[in-house]
């Protein structure tokens, strides 16, 4: 059965910190990973990634892809209360009956000011 | 418990075809989602049902496409008249909704393909 697991669970930190969230699967027939911004009422997509070791950047915020261990990072740096929300990780999987996504449980994360 | 549980897991109909997919939510969750994902591409918010209040339909692409749900239980989406464009895996997700909290639990999906 395809697995994502996200940690933490939680975070609060203050403006300006820097955070980095984790996702690490199990799956058969990998295909991607992406990353998503949950607020209140759809996720926003972030990045979609398909090799290792290639980083992602947009902004801020910036991921990057470890296939042979399995996992992936999300780092936002200069962190701002706008930047509070959930953060989703799944990953897509290819099985017999076709491509699939797998969620993880996601990340909340808490900015103060 | 029992996580948001969808079906069929896999439905294929030919072009032209209705199809009727199910979403059963969490118990007590109050609010429910329906989503696209097609292949490589970002998720597609489609409705979104809270409590009795009325649905955001604000994401469905045609009126091909529509979606009903009984009180704070199963939801059903509906696409009449398929097209080959409307092959994507749909996932429900339904959510507390509690003041502060919103996160959304999302179920395994139904892959449509559309021959």
């Known amino acids: 059965e395809d697995k994502v697991v996200q940690s933490p669970l939680s975070l609060v930190v203050h403006e300006g910190d820097t955070v980095t969230l984790n996702c690490s699967y199990e799956v058969t027939n990998f295909r991607s990973l992406l990353w998503y911004k949950q607020e209140k009422k759809a996720p926003t997509f972030l990045f979609m990634l398909?090799?290792?070791?290639i980083e992602k950047k947009s902004g801020r915020l910036s991921s990057i892809l470890d296939k042979k261990e399995l996992f992936s990072i999300l780092n936002i740096t200069a962190t701002q209360t706008g930047d509070s929300a959930i953060y989703l990780c799944a990953v897509e999987a290819r099985n017999n009956a076709g491509n699939m996504l797998t969620f993880g449980g996601g990340t909340r994360l808490m900015v103060k000011p | 418990g029992a996580g948001v549980s969808q079906s069929p897991s896999n439905k294929v109909t030919e072009k032209g075809k209705d199809v009727e997919l199910r979403c059963d939510p969490i118990?007590?969750?109050?609010?429910l989602y329906w989503y696209r994902q097609r292949l490589g591409q970002g998720l597609e918010f489609l409705i979104y049902f809270q409590g009795n209040s009325a649905p955001d339909k604000s994401g469905l692409p045609s009126d091909r496409f529509s979606a009903e749900r009984t009180g704070e239980s199963v939801s059903t989406l509906t696409i009449q008249r398929t097209q080959q464009e409307d092959s994507a895996v749909y996932l429900c997700?339904?959510?507390?909704?509690?003041?502060?909290?919103?996160?959304?639990?999302f179920g395994p999906g139904t892959r449509l393909t559309v021959t």
């Open positions: 398909t090799s290792s070791g």
């Open positions: 118990s007590g969750h109050t609010a």
């Open positions: 997700a339904s959510s507390p909704w509690l003041a502060g909290a919103y996160e959304q639990y």
